[in-house]
């Protein structure tokens, strides 16, 4: 069976939430692009069969009353947006909690990513993805409609997590591929500063960028009370300690590091949330995707 985390149920909550731009364009017109919604004044696309989540309003209650079957209307709007997916794959992101080691910072960024695709691809804009990792960079070129939904499951099901962040070095397929004005939505844990890095580079060169931060319940709780050794996945770095005694350390110095985060990112202009591993994943969705979406982190 074809590997989708987008089961009919979380399908049913995105039907809920738009992707679109900040940014007036000329090239959009404006700022509006196609993506298949209510409202006035869009011109009449199709009818599909209606689903679980839909508003009972768009129902075409006419076509029901003749076919004794619920259609709802889409509209269209013009010109399409050009999603990029932009995934930290770097050895940081297998980590995961004690309690759901199945469940990691990985699986949950893959998971996001497809739900994202999901809205964009239903909206008919472009969706592509590049995937950060072992000092290389994959990528599945930006393209709409069903089958590009096919190719981007397929990419991130085999997507593993292995090294760091590619150099800068390597990193010219993202800016060959990601055209200015386009949107960005680039998912990791921002521990490394390369990640950073790159968002705030791509931020200053036109790129609308939005980031979700991806942490464990552990980083945010620092749950341990036993002695143990921690370790650092991308260096392998190990560091032997009690963890009631080293709680409070950790929190204060995570949260100063957070603050500092969030602050170099305000000051690029990038919208971003953070998602914790006990989450769900509709949390950071609904933050940056909702009709009146926030400005700041979470």
Same mark, same amino acid.
């Given at each position: 069976?074809?590997?989708?985390?987008?089961?009919?149920?979380?399908?049913?909550?995105?039907? *809920?939430? !738009?992707?679109?731009?900040?940014?007036?364009?000329?090239?959009?017109?404006?700022?509006?692009?196609?993506?298949?919604?209510?409202?006035?004044?869009?011109?009449?696309?199709?009818?599909?069969?209606?689903?679980?989540?839909?508003?009972?309003? #768009?129902?075409?209650?006419?076509?029901?009353?003749?076919?004794?079957?619920?259609?709802?209307?889409?509209?269209?709007?013009?010109?399409? +947006?050009? %999603?990029?997916?932009?995934?930290?794959?770097?050895?940081?992101?297998?980590?995961?909690?004690?309690?759901?080691?199945?469940?990691?910072?990985?699986?949950?960024?893959?998971?996001?990513?497809?739900?994202?695709?999901?809205?964009?691809?239903?909206?008919?804009?472009?969706?592509?993805? +590049?995937? +950060?990792?072992?000092?290389?960079?994959?990528?599945?070129?930006?393209?709409?409609?069903?089958?590009? #939904?096919?190719? +981007?499951?397929?990419?991130?099901?085999?997507?593993?997590?292995? *090294? *760091?962040?590619?150099?800068?070095?390597?990193?010219?397929?993202?800016?060959?591929?990601?055209?200015?004005?386009?949107? %960005?939505?680039?998912?990791?844990?921002?521990?490394?500063?390369?990640? %950073?890095?790159?968002?705030?580079?791509?931020?200053?060169?036109?790129?609308?960028?939005?980031?979700?931060?991806?942490?464990?319940?552990?980083?945010?709780?620092?749950?341990?009370?036993?002695?143990? !050794?921690?370790?650092?996945?991308?260096?392998?770095?190990?560091?032997?300690?009690?963890?009631?005694?080293? !709680?409070?350390?950790?929190?204060? #110095?995570?949260?100063?590091?957070?603050?500092?985060?969030?602050?170099?990112?305000?000051?690029?202009?990038?919208?971003?949330? !953070?998602?914790?591993?006990?989450?769900?994943?509709?949390?950071?969705? #609904?933050?940056?995707?909702?009709?009146?979406?926030?400005?700041?982190?979470?």
């Amino acid at each position: 069976m074809a590997w989708d985390p987008v089961t009919p149920g979380l399908r049913a909550q995105l039907r *809920g939430l !738009r992707i679109a731009s900040r940014r007036a364009s000329a090239l959009r017109g404006g700022g509006q692009h196609r993506s298949r919604d209510k409202g006035a004044g869009l011109e009449f696309s199709q009818y599909r069969g209606y689903e679980p989540g839909d508003e009972p309003r #768009r129902i075409d209650w006419k076509l029901y009353a003749r076919s004794d079957r619920f259609f709802v209307r889409e509209a269209e709007r013009d010109s399409p +947006l050009a %999603v990029w997916l932009l995934l930290d794959a770097s050895a940081s992101m297998t980590q995961a909690d004690e309690p759901r080691p199945d469940w990691s910072r990985l699986d949950a960024g893959k998971a996001l990513a497809a739900c994202i695709a999901e809205v964009a691809l239903r909206q008919g804009d472009r969706v592509g993805l +590049l995937a +950060l990792r072992d000092d290389a960079v994959a990528f599945v070129p930006a393209a709409s409609g069903s089958r590009q #939904r096919e190719r +981007l499951l397929f990419e991130l099901q085999r997507l593993d997590a292995s *090294g *760091g962040v590619p150099a800068e070095s390597r990193l010219r397929p993202v800016w060959e591929r990601i055209g200015a004005d386009d949107l %960005v939505v680039v998912l990791g844990d921002f521990l490394d500063q390369a990640t %950073v890095e790159l968002a705030t580079r791509l931020a200053g060169a036109r790129r609308e960028l939005l980031t979700i931060q991806l942490l464990t319940v552990a980083e945010r709780d620092f749950p341990f009370d036993d002695g143990r !050794r921690f370790r650092d996945p991308e260096t392998g770095a190990e560091l032997p300690g009690d963890g009631r005694a080293l !709680r409070n350390g950790f929190l204060s #110095r995570f949260a100063e590091a957070q603050r500092a985060l969030d602050a170099r990112l305000d000051q690029a202009g990038i919208r971003h949330v !953070r998602f914790v591993l006990d989450e769900p994943l509709t949390a950071p969705l #609904r933050a940056l995707f909702a009709d009146t979406p926030g400005a700041g982190g979470a």
